[in-house]
């Protein structure tokens, strides 16, 4: 089933890069491997191979709800991998990394407050997700709240607000640096990355596909002016500029 899986999703994205499959089968969200209810938020260290199988919320954690502050289904500690994971509904927070991560071939089938959180408080942390898939985020599908890298690669993502968001208002904040590749983005959604271009934030995208958006509304990069007050930050335009949004028209195909 896991072979299985991530063959389907690699062959998928080779083929969506190469022109050769339609853009409506070029990701395929796995079927899960049994499903295991999570009542309270499950710790991981080391790596984690979940072998396809579904967790979601219940009990605390099942409320399906925006509200923020909720638990994480799973909450990694620095250094920890996760691989082959479906976070199914109700998700909660999904998933908090609270240093470098690695997500593989982690999978969001309804994301709730956020599909995962980054919380390094190290320049060096490194937050690594490959493969995988996230819909149906009514705000945010990657929330980075703390320092260093966000990788993304080999992803699809659609029916969203924001997919990744560099935190605008944090009582702490740090520079982030975040670099997508291989992305496949598809209506409806706002914006594919958020960053705050005071605190020296940086995105770079790289051959991402944007799938139904007819009338190009989803903003690739949007800059925003970030505080630690808590205050909702204000926008600061949008679009390549060579040094907080890293992209031209070339890394960006519609479909």
Request: with cysteine.
């Amino acid at each position: 089933m896991v072979g299985s899986a991530l063959a389907t999703f690699s062959l998928s994205f080779g083929m969506l890069m190469t022109g050769g499959a339609s853009p409506a089968s070029a990701a395929v969200w796995p079927t899960p491997n049994g499903s295991e209810p999570v009542a309270s938020t499950i710790s991981i260290s080391g790596t984690k191979d979940y072998g396809m199988k579904r967790l979601y919320g219940t009990g605390d954690l099942g409320s399906g709800g925006q509200d923020e502050n909720q638990g994480p289904i799973l909450r990694l500690a620095a250094g920890a991998v996760l691989k082959n994971v479906i976070i199914g509904s109700p998700a909660a927070d999904g998933i908090h990394c609270l240093g470098s991560c690695t997500l593989q071939n982690v999978w969001w089938e309804d994301v709730g407050e956020d599909a995962a959180t980054f919380r390094g408080t190290s320049s060096s942390s490194v937050y690594t997700v490959t493969g995988g898939g996230a819909k149906a985020a009514s705000d945010k599908v990657f929330q980075f709240n703390g320092a260093g890298t966000l990788n993304v690669s080999n992803f699809a993502v659609k029916d969203f607000g924001t997919f990744i968001r560099s935190c605008g208002n944090c009582k702490t904040q740090y520079k982030r640096t975040i670099n997508l590749n291989t992305v496949e983005v598809g209506w409806k959604g706002g914006r594919i990355v958020g960053i705050n271009t005071n605190y020296g934030d940086s995105a770079t995208l790289r051959n991402i596909t944007i799938v139904g958006d007819t009338d190009r509304k989803i903003v690739p990069c949007q800059k925003y002016i970030g505080n630690n007050t808590g205050a909702e930050p204000s926008t600061n335009g949008s679009g390549p500029d060579g040094t907080h949004c890293r992209y031209t028209a070339s890394d960006i195909a519609y479909k």
